[in-house]
Each structure stands twice: as C-alpha cells, then as structure tokens.
C-alpha cells in the first residue's frame, strides 16, 4: 500500500522534501525513500545512524540507536519525544553521538558521552535530548547558538556571535563547553567536525580588523600570545603560544620541553634553544629564501592570518628604541665586516598594525647598518616583499583554475610551510648579509613593478550589504593531521587554530570533514580536498595530499554542495540540464555488514576520480546532500513545474555566469592590463578608463558570486522567497550593472577597443581562440576589436537572462499575490535595464562612428568620454539667421552640449572656431509658425536664432534639443547614463526654471565668474553661488540675473590679507536694506544699507580691546557717512556722545558724559564743543556758557559751586587743568537767602529732543510696511508687507540662512507664535473691549518675534537704549532724557498700531465697557484703575507692558543713581526701625490699639488654627500685605506695582476687619500708620526709585482715581521714613 502511495506520488510529481538514502556508487545501488509524514528539511547521519529535521522542527532518529534504552527498528525513523514543544531548527550527527539546536539559540545533545562530547558531566551515555548550557564571562550569561558540528569524539558550536565553542575530545577531553579563545573576534561563518580534527570557515579580516591592535595575552590561559627571544646574533619573535582547547585532539608532550615559549627581554642571554611546545628554532637564515618566497610565489595570497581583538599592549616585544639599543649593542661584538650577519627579525602573519610596523621600524634600523653591503637590493623593497599583499601592493593572481602542482615544502623552523602559491610561513625573517641571499631572490626583488589593478574586491560596496554572502574567506583547522587533513602541508598535529594559506582568497563558501580528509567548496563550483586517500575520496589523486589539490572534475561540471563520509565524498552539480547531478567519490561498499574504516583501508573497490552517479535523475530536483558513515543521503523534490524548479534554473545560470566572469577575467582581463605595451598603446586617459572597467568588472563579477552563493545557500537551505536577494535587491544589481555599462560605453566612445586591438594580438595571438569562445560573437569573420567589444558586453546580456527567470518563477504564484508581485516588478526592472543598457550600447556606436567620420583638431578636442552624439547639422538641416554671406555654421547636438562651429567658405578646413554651449543652461522655443522654421535658443550670454529647412526638420531638432537638455539636467549629460531610473521619462519638456553650473566668457561684471544655482530662461533667478576669479563669492538669492533678496559676499582685501564678509539683504545686485558687513579691519557693520552703500540706522563697532570694541557707533547714516542722531563710544577715552551728526563729524546738539562723571550739553561744530553749552561735574559743580573746544571754556559764563555760590566772568581755558577767569563772585545766601540760583538750572534744553531721535529706525518700519513716510500708505498693502516678511523670514530661517540665525532657531512655541500672527483681528462695526483685548494680544505677540517688523522695531529700540544709557551712559543725569525717550517711543509706536488699526481711538480716547460684565472682570492685561464705564486708550496701557521689561535694567539703573542719596537715608531708617517688636512698632507709629492683631495665623500649627502676638514678636502682625507689597520690585510696569499696591490694602483691610469683625471704612489718619507699618516692614531697598518710576510713567487717566490716592500714600510713607525720628 504505501509503496502504491509513493509510486503514484512520484508520478503526479508532488513529493517535496522527498529522503533518499544508498550506499556506494556502483550502476546497481538504487536509493531507498524513508517514509517519512512531513517533508524533510534537513539530515545529519552519523556512523550507524541518521537525524531527520521535518518541518514544523520535528526530530526524528534512524539506525543504530545503542543509547536508546529501547530498541527500534533501524529503518524506520522514530520521532525524539524529548525535543517536543521545542522548535527545532538544525541537527547534526558525530559518530555515536547527537545534537540539536532550537528556535531560541539552546543546544540539545544525547548519545554516546565517554569524552564528554555531549557536554555533560557524570555520564557515559545520554539516552535522550538534554540540554547543554553555553555560558559566557562573569556573570555567566547563556550564548545562543547557530549550529553545531559532531565529529568521532567532540563537538563544535557556532555561537550567535560567530564565536567557536569546543567541548569533548580525546587524550585529555573536557565535558564543559569552552570557546576557542584563538578565533575570539573573528568573524566564523561555519564549522566542521572530522574524526580528531576541526576546520573553521572564517571572514578574512577587512581594513578596519586590521588597523585594530593586536590581543596580547590569551583570553583562556592569559599568558602572552607573542614572547621575543634575544639570540646572539638575530631576534625571535614568536607567536607560537600554546593554548590547548580542552575539547580539541592535544598531543601528548614530553615533560621535558616547556608547554610555553620562554620569554627573555632583549638585553638578556638566550639559551640555545627556544620555542614552543610543537616546534623548535630556526637555523640562522638557512631557510630566508624559502620563508620569504616559497617558490613562485604570488603577493596575492601574502596574507595576514586573523588575531582576536585589541586589548590594551603589554606584550614584550620590542619597539623601534628597543632594536636600536640592541643594535648598538651588537656593534661592540661584531666583526668589522659584520661577517657573523646581523640579526633576524622573525614576524608572525598576524595582520595588524603592531607587528607590522615593528618590521618597518626593524628594517629601518638594519637598513643604516647595512647600507654599503646593500647596494644592488632596496631594503624598502624587500620590506614590502614580507608585507603582507593589503599593505604594500595589490594585485597578484587569484585564478581559481591555478592548481597546486606538487607537494609543498616544509620549514624546519616553525612546521608550517608555503604552498606552491606562494603564502607566507607564520614566521618572516629579514635577510641577513648579501651572501646568505640566493641569487634567485635578488632577481626577485629587482623587478620592474607595474602599475596593475586589483581584480579581487575586498570590503567592497558589494560586500557592505549584510543580506549578500561572504566570499573573502579563510580556511582555519586544527586537531589530529597524521593523515594531512590539517591542509598545512605536513602531518604534524596542531592543539590551535591555524590558517589554511593556500585556501585564502579563493572564496571557500561551505566546508565538510570526514573521518581523515577534509573538502572545501568555493564560490567558483570548485572543490579542493586533503587528508587520507586511501579509498579514492579526495577525487584527485593515488597518494594522499597535505595541502588542498583541486578535485578532477570534467569541464563544465560546476558542484555547488557537497559532503563528507568516513571514506567518501559526496558533490551536487550542476550538469548540462537544470536538474541537479550527483558525484560520488571514494569507497564502493559492498552488500555485507558495514565494514570498519581499517578494512576498507586495506583493500577494495574505490573510484580514480569521482564517478556520476546514475539513479540521480530519478530522484528530481535535488537541493542538498549529505554523507556520514558509510551512507549518502540526498533531499529533493519531485514536482517538476515548482516555485523550487524555477529556482534551480536561476541558481544554474547564476553559477554558470559567475564561473564565466572569472575565467575571463582570470584568462582576458588580467593579461590585457598586465601586458607592457597597453599603457604606452593607450595613453593616460583612456588606460585609467580601461582600469576603471576593469575594476568595475571586477565588482560585477564578486557581486554575481555572491548572488550564485546565495542562491546556492537558500536551496540548500531550504528557504522561501523572502530569503532572495533579487526581488527586494533589484536595485543593488541594476546599479552594478549601471555603473558597469556607464564605463564600458565611454571606453567604447574614446576608441579603447580599437586601439587594444595591438597589445591583444600581442597577448592572445593572431588567431584568438580564446576571445572567440567566450565572446560569442555572432559576426563572420570578426576583428579583434569586435571580439573585444562582445566580450566585454557579455556581462549586460545577461540581464535579459534575469528577466526571463524572474517572470517564470513568478508564474508559480497566484496572480496579484504579494510573491507574485514582487517577482514581476523585479523581472519588469531588469528587462528595462537591459533595454537601456542595449540603446546606451547603440550611443556609443553611434557616437564612435561620428568621431571615426569626422577626424580633426577640432573634433578631438570636443571627443570626451561621457559625451554621446545626438544629432548634426552636416547636411544643412540647420542654419543661423542672419549669417554672414561666405559664412559657414555647423551644430553639433551632444549629450552634454550643443556646439556651434563657424568658418568661411571655400575653405580647406573652414571651421576655424566653435564655441560650445552646456545643454544645462539651455532653453529653445519655437518661434510662431512662417516659413522661416525658427527655433529661439537662449543661453546665459547670447540668444540667436536657428533656421530649419522643413517643419519636420524644425520639429526634429526642438523635440532632440529638449530631450537633451532634459537627460543633461538628470544627469545623463555627464555619464551618458541617464538619470539611473530605469523607466524612460514620460515628458520630454525640460523646466524653465533649473539648478546648473555655468562659467561666463563674455565682458562685463560677470566675466570668468562661475555660478552654480538656481536659473530661469538663461537668467540667474532663486538660489545659488557665484564666484569670481579674484576671490570674490556670492551665495544667496538672483532675480533677472541680479542679486535680490538674502544673500552672503566675501570680497577679499589684498592689503590686509583677510577678507570682508557681508550677510544680509539685496536688491538690483547691490546690498540694500538690512545686513551685516564685517570689514577686514576688523570692523563690524550692523544695519541697513542702500543701493551699496550704508544707508539708515546702523551700528558700527571699530577695533579689539580685551575682546570687546574700543569704539561702537550706533545710529543714522546717510550715503555710507554718519548723518543724523547717533550715539559714539569711545571706549579708548571713557566717552559716550549723544547727539547730531554730519558727514562723520559731531554737528549740532548734544550730550557727552565721561567715566568720571563729567556731563556736557550743548553745540557742537566740526566734531568739536563749540557755542553755548552746559558742564557739569560730578560734584554738582556747573559751568554755563561758550566753549570753544572740546572742555575748553572760551567766553562769559556762570560757574555754580555746590552751596549755590556762583561766579559771572568771562572764562579761558580747558576745563581740569587751569582756566583764566574775569568777572564777579557771588555768595546769593549771604545778603539774599531765598534766592536760589541752582534751583533755576534745569538740564536738557541743549539737547537733543526726545521725538527726534532714532528716526531712522522708526523710517526703517514704515519702509517695510511698503510707507513713504509716517502714516503715508495704505493699510491693506501694509498688512501685505507684513505677511511677506514674516513668510520669507520664516524660510530664511528654516534654511538656516539668515542673519545671526540657525535652523534651530525657532523653537516650538516661536512656531506657534508665528502661526498665530496670521491670523489678523478683524475689527467689524464700533469697537469694543473685545476687539481691544484683541489687539493687545496681537501686538504682544508680534513684539515676541524679530520676524515681525513690530517684533524688529522694538528689537532696535531696545538696542539703541541700551546702547545709550548703559555704561559710561548710566549717569543720573540723563534720567529726565531716558524717561523721555520711552514716552517717544510709546507715541510713536503708537501712531504705527493706529495705522495698522484705524479704529483704535486716538491718544485718550474711550471704549464703552458691557456693564454687565464690570463686575465679574479681574485685572486685566491693560492699565489696571478703578472700574469705569468706559475704558480709556493710551499709549501706555497699550503699549508699555510690551516695552517697558525690556527697557527696564538700564532705566532702573539710572533712577537708582538719582535717588542714591535719599534711598540711603531711607533705608538707614528702615534697618534701625525694623529692630524694634512688632506691638512696639504700631505703638511708635502711633497705630490705634484696636488695630493691633491679638492673634495671627500659626504657620506650625494645624489650618485655621491661631497664635497669640507676643509682646517680642516680629513680621508676625499684617504678614499677608507685607509679603505682597514686597512683590513690587518684581513687577515692571506702572500698572502691576499699582495693582501689588491694592491688593496690599485690601489685605491689610481684611485682617482688620477680622479683628473687629465687622465692615470698617477707613480714615486716611487711621489707614496711614498702619500701612506706615507694613512698609516698614516690607523692606524694599530702593522705594525711592520705584515710587520715582511709577510717578514718571504712570497712565495719566488713573492719577486721580483710587490708584493714585494709594500711590500718594506710598510716598508719602516714604518720606516720612526719611525724616522718622525716634524719641
């Protein structure tokens, strides 16, 4: 019955994950099907048994079982209950034993534990799947695993960190998994398990493993991992430590010898003999050669072997200091002639910086001793001979078909040996004397280098990708290797890890080990094998082989996996169909019991080579194979037309292209660029273009390796559609392919192939037979440029091959499935590509016929290699207006450009001249149908027009021309690539407006200038930089070809070497409006400017000092001159003028004040003091009167003392040093008391008035409002103006372009300030609180924002104050003018928030409050009084809450200084009165009793509890007001102080009500001690500036309210505190 089941399920083809399982090779070995309920994902057999992995991660076992405590059927697999409930997700087989990985990383092993090769301690045999723990460091961590690998007595794991771990073993094995600290940091890939030995596969180390530096100490045994030996005449540096792996093979050593190297510093005598436990020293140089070399040796496989990462040095080898110390020391016991030798430095292959540069520093030490011996040798050169091949050149074969053609030799000194490739010994020496070299070496070093590429990518972009496989690979084993299967060429056991040179760089993907050979499989479908021949399984050879020697395959049989038996190998290839072959090499078995591995040895069939295996193309399709004990087992699948037969096509033909590739690049390409004569044939440009393809070829070629192995791997592997590269990496190919093609074709344009065609002749002979097998070219009789030309566009054909795979395996999903659609719209892409690769191809054709037709000076010179031919006027299509009579133009359409050559005709060569216009600054238009054909083209300096003969001519040239300059502007022009999308674009209409380079020619401003940025219709318009050949950038916004709008410009000054920058604002290519000019000077000019020059307010700052400026202008300017007010401080002098200016001199009225308190008002002429004007000192001493020059007095005047005598005179003199004085001396008090001469003087009448300063500021606002002048405008377009800024501001500071600013500028809650001001308070009908309350927040959000011209103006404003009153500035008599200047500032801020709101009243005018709602309104944002029924608009409510707290440290400031004197009585009397108790103060106050508070709320106690007020109490009585009237040096404006001011009476009112608990209304001789009290007691430190600023600044409408009887109260307290007395 089942056989019924079986036999009609291999008919109707559906079995999938079909068993099959045989025995040995012969015509009559037909494969059993183990029945089996799902399919099968994976196998692993063992001596006697096998493991199964189904899908779904079941485990089942078959065979012989003798671990089993039950015994079963050997044919009938049985499920492993244990592993039930776990996913199981790899298995592996040893001899007798078993193990399992899961889903989660955990490792399950049973079976045979004698050597502890399951990991477990205490038992001989695990009957069942048990669990065996990884840990790593301390803490111990579990380390997930990958997979695992058994072999006769041990096991090995591939850690989740592509770490090895080792447990088990033979002589002395260890049950506890341990990692195999000689491959810590090294990147494994997989691992093999033979009978006593091990194999790694290992990722070759990229650039960035070998800057690192090196591990010096063994992380297991923490000795040092390289020990130096001072010998009497040469250093050993040795890296043979010895580390046994405690699960690996260990040979047994003599107790005698050391188990490490010993370890001597240099200066200390050696014994006679050293090394490690395997290997003894070196004879003196009597190997140099053969360690150098080892024969023919190629760079290419010159390696570095892999070290662990870095830890900090501590190793003792020595440094460059250390071998010039020794050297000097041998000098004193060498002979003359140094006839003994000098020393030889021995380095390990480990690559990495340390030891590396040691050998330089070494070489260069010997090098200066050896000098005059050396003559005919370069030790440089010889350096670079033992550099490993990465470091000192590239280059070399890496020909995968180069086979090994005898055994290597071995090294007497260190047991490794060099394989006829040429791989370097562990240990390099450097020559010693020229008579120890051989001649043959010499020969060696002496030759000619040549410049050469390298053909093998290492790290490259391909590799980056961590989706695609690595093929730089490394073969590393260790173990038991009597029989060779260590691949070292001995048979020599080795207790470490150690590289496989020979198996470097030839791309190994997947290794196996059997009991005594090892196999390993590369990329390029090759096997190499080693170890035990003894039954014919190394496919090779008679005689067994200790270095890997390439199995003896037929041409074209490609094997893409393989496995090994005890006695045999098993291959799966690719044949001359899509199915999949089996090879079998090795034992043939009989029918009888299986034989032991020493029987087979001693007789019996076996295979020469490996033999096909016949019954394969019954089994199907074939997807992996395994072998174990003396069984074969192979997975296949039956059904015919599958998603896994598809795959198997594209799998064959990816191997089949990647095998191709390298052979030619392997037999052509290689050749061709190391041939003498390509470069000279060539020339420069054309042989880097031939590198170029090279190189890139190289790449495509790694790139389908890498593809091949991965396909190779899914199918092994047995994964779905979503582990293949191509449907989600479709790009990486198309790019490869791109770039590939891109080169190809400009070699092709450039003639390469054409002149390659000598040195091929050259290399490949007259008849090359070998470029017409791989070229398939289908021409008759085809030159050699033909030949070479098909070759190289090969690798492009294969695309179409791409496609036609792609599309077919999607047929085998659902259509519009998520797999179907993904394969389609892959195999879409590739046949695109391969549609524009085959028209690029015909370009290029094209365009090389065009060069070959018009040969000349002229034609050379526009022949570049990216440049593609469009099409030419030579038969007249096309003609220019207006041409001369005798004139001749031909237009030559390219890629790039459009050329345009004229001459005179008749002429021998009547093209004298050409001027080539880039197509990427290019625009044409069609003119208005007529019989002239027209065609407008525009370029940035010249327009004309061009004549067709016929429409049809005149629509061919515009549609070539657009397309043109369409490909030009995607990139196309420059690469003849296109835009490196693979669909052709849709619209052949290129913009008007386009980002291009362009270098102008013409006369002019702009001439030999480059620019690269943004353009419309041939003119400069939007972004972009423009450079001058004098040094001169400009980088901003064009408009029509001018500078407008932002911009930066750097203009270098010759004198001084540095350069002025300049960052602000443009118009008509001048700097206009504001800006930033930092001159080369080092001066620094912020403001606005007009039409170039410094136009408008602005400040200049001139000069360093101690990193701030000796002297800062700030003010109005007037064609690039100070003009108008302005304030200057020279820093240098201790001044600071305030006043008029003209034509940079001090012109008109003025104020001066100096660091030592002098203050001048008055006339100023030609820059100095010149006319009446008033001095004052800082004693109060006051000069009235004519000056005549700076502080100098020159004619009559009034001198005021300080005790108000006075002196009328005539005065000569500068003030301070003498002054000649004429007239009448005054005492006023003596005769005449009440006249009071001072008390007349009132400063600032010489002054500058307040509405007249700053104009040029407040002009600046209105100007960006789109007004002439004030109020003159409209307001619709000023709400426009404002719109527009705040929209280009906000881009200039997201681009992070504009002045002073950062992308990071505006925060969140800017942006959302930004956001609401587009939103404009729309104002219907009479306004009304609403409409007010409206405006209000409007305005104090636009003051929050620079963006705003609001926002700016008050940023000016608070500069120029600053500017003015801080500093020398802070002088307490520019109070009254500072106070002035703000209520300036408030009117006319003012007028512009009126123009802006035309409803808004004037200057005092009311808004009807809604009645209902007056007494449920709380304070609101604007001046706070007494509730009226209407609400009065000003200025200053409106206005001063924005302005004032940015305004108020300078004026605070001022007040402070002018009430200095009576602030300090003040608060002499509050300090002596607050010593006194709370119920003594009200009673000195003279507080009525009833007012005094019995009780007061306790802080310490409960809520609502009360305190008796002791008689020593103090700040207990009236707390609460105290606190709050404390608060009003927090406050700002006028109306927050006076609100702080009601709440503190309101307070105080509460608490007395409480105490006589009932309504009071207060008497102001009653409420005036008892806020006398609490004034006292607030203790504000300057009370005389704050009631100063309140009185100046306060709203006029609540002067006379109930506000303004509280204010009159507070100072009225305090001037009382002042004159308190204590009796």
Not at 185 to 214: F, I, K, T, Y
Not at 306 to 327: C, I, M, R
Not at 474 to 486: C, I, N, P, R
Not at 630 to 645: E, I, V
């Amino acid at each position: 019955m089942e056989k019924a089941k079986r036999s009609s399920e291999e008919q109707t083809g559906e079995g999938r994950g079909l068993l099959h399982t045989w025995k040995g090779y012969s015509y009559s070995v037909t494969p059993e099907r183990l029945p089996l309920p799902r399919p099968v994902l994976q196998v692993a057999l063992g001596a006697h048994h096998g493991l199964l992995l189904l899908e779904g991660g079941q485990v089942h076992s078959f065979g012989a079982l003798s671990w089993r405590q039950t015994q079963v059927p050997e044919h009938s697999p049985v499920l492993e209950t244990a592993l039930s409930g776990q996913c199981v997700v790899f298995v592996a087989a040893g001899s007798l034993h078993c193990g399992a990985v899961t889903e989660d990383g955990g490792v399950h092993m049973w079976g045979d534990n004698s050597a502890g090769q399951c990991g477990l301690i205490g038992l001989s045999t695990v009957p069942n799947p048990t669990p065996v723990a990884l840990l790593d460091s301390l803490p111990p961590q579990r380390v997930p695993v990958l997979e695992l690998s058994c072999g006769q007595r041990h096991t090995l794991a591939l850690s989740a960190q592509r770490e090895v771990w080792s447990w088990g073993g033979t002589g002395s094995p260890v049950s506890r998994p341990h990692k195999v600290e000689q491959l810590a940091g090294r990147h494994v890939l997989q691992v093999a398990c033979g009978g006593a030995h091990s194999l790694a596969l290992v990722r070759c180390l990229g650039p960035s493993d070998v800057n690192r530096p090196l591990m010096d100490k063994c992380g297991q045994c923490h000795q040092l991992l390289y020990t130096m030996t001072d010998k009497e005449d040469h250093v050993i540096i040795s890296d043979n430590h010895y580390c046994p792996l405690r699960g690996e093979y260990v040979h047994e050593q003599d107790s005698s010898q050391p188990a490490h190297p010993l370890q001597t510093p240099p200066s200390d005598p050696a014994p006679p003999s050293t090394g490690s436990s395997d290997t003894t020293a070196p004879p003196f140089v009597s190997e140099a050669e053969h360690l150098a070399f080892g024969g023919d040796s190629d760079p290419q496989s010159q390696r570095v072997n892999g070290a662990a990462p870095a830890v900090v040095k501590t190793s003792q080898y020595p440094d460059k200091q250390e071998v010039n110390d020794y050297l000097k020391r041998l000098s004193h016991h060498s002979e003359p002639q140094g006839r003994k030798g000098l020393h030889a430095l021995l380095v390990p292959s480990s690559g990495g910086p340390s030891l590396n540069s040691l050998v330089v520093s070494c070489a260069s030490a010997v090098g200066e001793r050896v000098a005059s011996t050396y003559e005919a040798l370069s030790l440089r050169r010889m350096v670079n001979m033992y550099l490993p091949a990465g470091l000192s050149r590239s280059g070399g074969s890496d020909s995968p078909l180069e086979q090994d053609s005898g055994q290597a030799k071995k090294s007497c000194s260190t047991g490794d040996i060099q394989d006829e490739a040429g791989g370097p010994s562990r240990r390099l020496s450097l020559p010693g004397l020229l008579s120890q070299v051989s001649p043959r070496l010499l020969k060696k070093a002496g030759r000619p280098r040549t410049q050469a590429v390298a053909l093998t990518p290492v790290g490259g972009a391909c590799e980056a990708q961590d989706s695609l496989p690595l093929l730089h690979t490394e073969v590393w084993s260790w173990g038991q290797g009597q029989h060779g299967q260590l691949g070292h060429g001995e048979q020599q056991d080795r207790s470490q890890p150690q590289s496989i040179k020979s198996l470097t760089n030839k791309e190994v993907v997947r290794i196996e080990a059997g009991a005594q050979h090892s196999v390993a499989l590369t990329a390029q479908c090759q096997v190499y094998s080693w170890g035990s021949n003894s039954s014919g399984q190394l496919g090779h050879m008679e005689q067994p082989s200790t270095v890997p020697r390439l199995s003896k395959l037929s041409e074209g049989i490609r094997v893409w996996d393989v496995s090994a038996g005890d006695s045999h190998t098993l291959l799966l290839a690719d044949g001359d169909c899509i199915q999949p072959i089996l090879y079998y090499s090795g034992q043939q078995v009989t029918g009888g019991p299986e034989e032991s591995l020493d029987t087979r040895e001693r007789g019996g069939a076996y295979t020469q080579q490996p033999v096909l295996l016949p019954f394969c193309m019954n089994m199907g399709y074939v997807s992996s194979v395994c072998a174990g004990g003396q069984r074969c087992a192979a997975l296949a699948d039956h059904k015919l037309l599958s998603y896994t037969a598809s795959l198997h096509e594209l799998a064959s033909a990816e191997r089949k292209f990647y095998c191709k590739l390298c052979t030619v690049k392997t037999q052509i390409v290689r050749p061709l660029l190391e041939h003498e004569s390509v470069s000279s044939a060539l020339g420069q440009d054309s042989f880097t273009l031939l590198q170029s393809l090279a190189g890139r070829f190289s790449v495509l070629c790694h790139l389908s390796g890498q593809h091949a192995a991965s396909l190779s791997s899914n199918l092994r592997l047995r994964q779905d559609l979503d582990a293949l590269l191509f449907p989600d990496h479709t790009d990486l190919f198309m790019d490869c392919y791109h770039e590939y093609c891109s080169i190809l074709c400009n070699f092709q344009v450039m003639g390469g192939f054409q002149t390659l065609t000598k040195p091929s002749i050259d290399v490949f002979g007259k008849s090359p037979e070998l470029l017409q097998r791989f070229a398939e070219c289908s021409e008759e009789n085809p030159t050699t440029a033909d030949l070479l030309v098909a070759l190289f566009y090969l690798p492009t054909l294969h695309l179409q091959e791409y496609s036609r795979l792609v599309l077919k395996m999607a047929a085998c999903f659902e259509e519009r499935s998520s797999e179907w659609r993904r394969l389609q719209d892959s195999g879409a892409l590739c046949e695109a590509a391969a549609l524009k690769l085959k028209r690029r191809r015909k370009e290029a054709e094209y365009t090389l016929h065009f060069w070959k037709s018009f040969p000349g000076k002229m034609t050379d010179s526009l022949r570049k290699p990216h440049r593609r031919l469009v099409c030419e006027s030579s038969n007249r299509a096309l003609s220019l207006q207006n041409a001369g009579r005798f004139s001749v133009h031909w237009f030559i359409l390219f890629s790039d450009a459009l050329v345009h050559a004229q001459g005179v005709a008749p002429h021998k060569n009547p093209f004298s001249t050409h001027h080539v216009f880039p197509l990427a600054t290019l625009w044409v238009e069609a003119l208005p149908d007529d019989d002239t054909h027209g065609l407008k083209v525009i370029t940035p300096e010249e327009s004309f027009t061009l004549l067709a003969t016929s429409s049809a001519e005149k629509a061919k040239w515009l549609r070539c021309i657009n397309q043109a300059v369409e490909q030009a502007l995607c990139g196309g022009g420059q690469d003849g690539s296109g835009s490196g999308s693979w669909e052709p674009p849709g619209s052949w209409e290129p913009p008007v407006s386009r980002t291009a380079s362009y270098t102008f020619y013409k006369e002019g401003r702009l001439k030999e200038a480059s620019y690269e940025g943004r353009w419309e219709a041939g003119k400069l318009h939007g972004s972009g930089v423009l450079k001058w050949t004098d040094g001169r950038i400009y980088s901003g916004e064009f408009s029509v070809g001018l500078e407008e709008g932002y911009g930066e410009f750097i203009a270098p000054n010759k004198t001084l070497q540095k350069n002025d920058f300049y960052q602000g604002s443009w118009k008509e290519g001048k700097m206009h409006g504001l800006g930033t000019y930092r001159y080369a000077s080092g001066e620094v000019y912020e403001g606005f400017f007009q039409n170039g020059t410094r136009h408008g307010h602005g400040m200049l700052r001139t000069g360093k000092l101690n990193t701030s400026s000796p002297s800062v202008f700030i003010g109005q300017w007037l064609n690039d001159k100070k003009s108008g007010y302005g304030v200057f401080d020279d820093i240098t002098k201790g001044e600071k003028y305030m006043g008029q200016w003209q034509e940079h001199q001090r012109q008109g009225t003025g104020v001066v004040v100096t660091q030592f308190g002098l203050y001048y008002e008055g006339a100023f002429k030609d820059n100095k003091m010149m006319g009446p004007g008033i001095l004052v000192s800082e004693d109060d001493t006051t000069f009235e009167g004519d000056f005549s020059d700076d502080w100098t007095l020159n004619g009559k005047g009034v001198l005021t003392m300080t005790n108000g005598d006075f002196l009328e005179a005539s005065f000569h003199g500068e003030w301070g040093s003498g002054i000649k004085v004429t007239g009448s001396y005054y005492k006023p008090h003596l005769f005449d008391p009440d006249k009071d001469k001072t008390a007349s003087l009132k400063l600032g009448r010489l002054c500058v008035r307040a509405e007249d300063k700053w104009q040029a500021v407040f002009q600046g606002c209105w100007a960006e409002l789109g007004c002439s002048g004030p109020g003159q405008g409209d307001t619709p377009k000023a709400w426009d103006h404002i719109a527009a800024a705040l929209t280009s501001s906000q881009q200039l500071v997201k681009d992070g372009c504009g002045p002073s600013q950062t992308p990071q500028t505006l925060s969140r809650s800017h942006s959302r300030t930004l956001g609401s001001l587009e939103v404009v308070p729309q104002l219907q009908g009479p306004l009304t609180l609403e409409h007010y309350q409206a405006i209000h927040q409007y305005l104090m959000k636009a003051c929050e924002t620079p963006l705003h011209p609001l926002g700016r103006l008050l940023e000016a404003l608070v500069a120029v104050y600053r500017m003015t009153y801080v500093g020398v500035g802070a002088n307490r008599r520019l109070l009254h003018q500072a106070v002035n200047e703000i209520n300036s500032y408030l009117s006319r801020i003012f007028s512009i928030v009126r123009f802006l709101f035309p409803e808004l009243p004037e200057e005092g005018g009311a808004i009807p409050e809604p009645s209902q709602t007056t007494e449920k309104e709380g304070p609101s944002e604007g001046p706070l009084e007494s509730p009226k029924p209407m609400r009065v608009v000003s200025s200053s409510g409106l206005l001063l809450p924005v302005l004032l707290p940015r305004l108020y440290p300078p004026l605070f400031t001022l007040y402070a200084l002018d009430k200095e004197k009576e602030d300090d009585v003040y608060w002499e009397c509050v300090l002596r009165l607050n010593k006194q108790a709370d119920l003594a103060l009200l009673a000195f106050l003279g507080v009525q009793q009833k007012f005094w508070p019995v009780v007061v709320p306790d802080a310490t106690a409960a809520p609502g509890q009360r305190a008796q007020v002791l008689s020593s109490a103090k700040d207990a009585c009236f707390s609460s007001a105290v606190e709050t009237l404390q608060q009003i040096s927090t406050t700002f404006t006028p109306s927050e102080k006076l609100q702080l001011l009601q709440e503190t009476f309101e307070a105080i009112t509460l608490q007395v009500q409480a105490l006589l608990q009932q309504d009071f209304l207060w008497s102001m001789d009653e409420l005036f001690p008892v806020f006398l009290f609490v004034v006292l007691r607030a203790r504000i430190r300057n009370l005389g500036s704050e009631v100063s600023l309140m009185e100046d600044l306060m709203d006029p409408c609540v002067q006379h309210g109930e506000h303004g009887i509280m204010f009159t109260t507070l100072k009225a307290c305090y001037y009382q505190i002042q004159h308190e007395k204590i009796t």
